[in-house]
């Protein structure tokens, strides 16, 4: 029998390949919406999920008392431009999570970066940190400008 033994190296390599892998295949495992699809209640607890900058544009034009629109990017792409009346929490910071923590759990938050990576990570450690209703807007701040949505410059 062969002596298999990885190097320290090659098995950090295999974990971190394997938990990106598992990560990314679980984006992929949300549900996904036509644009034309209702927007699910926000009386569901522990909720998070991708949804079309559409979706998001419907969402933020009812103005809700209890949505709150945070921007994740940094504050140099935050100040280029941004959807109007939203926070801005610099995913990269290390006082983000802090940040975060300071947040009402019960509100809406609708989630959003650059193309919606940091902000599908966002919404997952919100989830963790036990806020009830995220949504990642899929496509980000670059497909809002695509559909000419509006933006504060």
Not at 65 to 80: A, H, M, Q, S
Request: include cysteine; hydrophobic fraction near 35%; glycine fraction near 6%.
């Amino acid at each position: 029998m062969k002596n298999t033994k990885f190097k320290t190296g090659e098995f950090a390599f295999l974990i971190i390949y394997s938990f990106l892998y598992l990560h990314l295949a679980g984006c992929n495992f949300n549900s996904h919406h036509s644009e034309n699809s209702r927007i699910p209640q926000k009386n569901m607890s522990d909720f998070s999920q991708n949804i079309s900058v559409n979706e998001a544009f419907e969402m933020i034009s009812k103005n809700e008392n209890d949505l709150v629109i945070l921007d994740v990017r940094t504050k140099g792409e935050y100040d280029e431009d941004h959807i109007a009346n939203c926070i801005n929490y610099d995913f990269y910071s290390a006082k983000f999570k802090e940040n975060l923590s300071r947040l009402d759990k019960d509100k809406i938050y609708i989630v959003y970066c650059r193309v919606g990576r940091r902000s599908g990570i966002a919404a997952d450690m919100m989830k963790e940190m036990g806020f009830k209703t995220m949504y990642n807007v899929q496509g980000g701040i670059l497909k809002w400008k695509e559909n000419s949505l509006p933006l504060v410059k």
